[in-house]
């Protein structure tokens, strides 16, 4: 006799790992949140060593996938998406709250969409309600731009659309558009072309992989869409204090990001432009320095070039 596979809308897969209290505020938030169709909760523990798998006693509905080790956040979400049931998988941080009917119209809007679409972000809010993500339209060099200069808080709309290549610009972040890619925060995702695609990529160890499953998967044809009238909060993306060497740290792995998704040329002058941001920030609040920024340039452009070396746009240095 063949098996029956009992097909629901939606799976919410969260990651854990020693986050019980943040994981109980975010479980406790989509059991009181309006639903239209059936859904599960599937929870894939990254052998957390505080409570978390006692406090998900609380919970006997949820799906518990507890790992003998830390299997980090791609991989353990495509284990999570290899039991799933939902026609689409909701990858959504143990650090998220969401109310109301958000997820809900957020499903609802991907029913109308066409094929082409794999994945749809929700509009991102910090705690205090102000905005932390509307999705990410690149890595170009206007990209980076646009993002760390604030250059549409400075200049006039006509002017930027008359100066910035088309499309590098939202004009209007309130209407749903088409990103490069969107918060790994939460993502819902058609189930079928995640499985078809390979998942998350799991060699990106550290952060990175939404960028780089938006760019794979636009390789392919497929679109990543922004839809801001769902909103969750993300209490893992209030600012935190950095030093200019941990950004450096954090500047190099994303260098590699870019390099393997757009390009190496890209990737030297995204670097530059972000360092330089970064720079400026640091210096208005006299926390860094010319032979800081110079030393830095240095560091990084031999760091590129000892981990690219074998790109074939290596001699355009």
Not at 113 to 139: A, F, T
Request: aromatic share 12%; glycine share 6%.
């Amino acid at each position: 006799m063949s098996k029956i596979l009992i097909m629901i809308k939606l799976s919410i897969i969260i990651v854990s790992y020693n986050t019980a209290s943040l994981l109980k505020d975010c479980i406790s938030s989509i059991l009181l949140s309006s639903f239209s169709f059936d859904y599960e909760i599937i929870v894939v523990d990254n052998h957390s060593t505080d409570n978390t798998l006692e406090m998900l006693k609380s919970f006997p509905s949820i799906k518990i996938i507890s790992n003998t080790k830390n299997l980090l956040f791609a991989q353990a979400n495509n284990l999570g998406a290899s039991i799933a049931k939902g026609k689409y998988l909701l990858l959504l941080n143990s650090d998220t709250l969401i109310w109301g009917d958000n997820i809900d119209k957020l499903v609802k809007y991907f029913d109308t969409v066409d094929d082409s679409v794999i994945c749809i972000g929700p509009k991102i809010l910090n705690e205090d309600r102000s905005v932390q993500s509307e999705g990410n339209l690149g890595m170009t060099h206007w990209d980076m731009i646009v993002k760390h200069f604030k250059v549409g808080q400075i200049f006039p709309k006509f002017v930027i659309k008359g100066v910035l290549p088309p499309g590098t610009y939202r004009f209007n972040k309130n209407t749903p558009h088409a990103v490069a890619w969107v918060s790994g925060a939460c993502m819902l995702i058609r189930a079928d072309l995640y499985s078809s695609v390979g998942g998350l990529n799991e060699k990106l160890e550290f952060y990175g992989e939404e960028p780089e499953f938006g760019f794979r998967t636009s390789n392919l044809g497929y679109r990543t869409l922004y839809y801001p009238y769902s909103e969750i909060i993300h209490l893992g993306g209030k600012s935190t204090p950095q030093s200019f060497r941990e950004k450096e740290m954090s500047l190099r792995r994303y260098t590699i990001l870019v390099e393997q998704t757009v390009g190496y040329s890209y990737a030297i002058w995204t670097s530059r432009i972000t360092r330089f941001s970064y720079f400026l920030k640091y210096l208005m609040t006299f926390k860094s320095s010319i032979r800081l920024l110079i030393r830095y340039e240095t560091d990084v452009i031999k760091y590129i070039k000892l981990k690219l070396k074998n790109s074939p746009e290596k001699d355009h240095l």
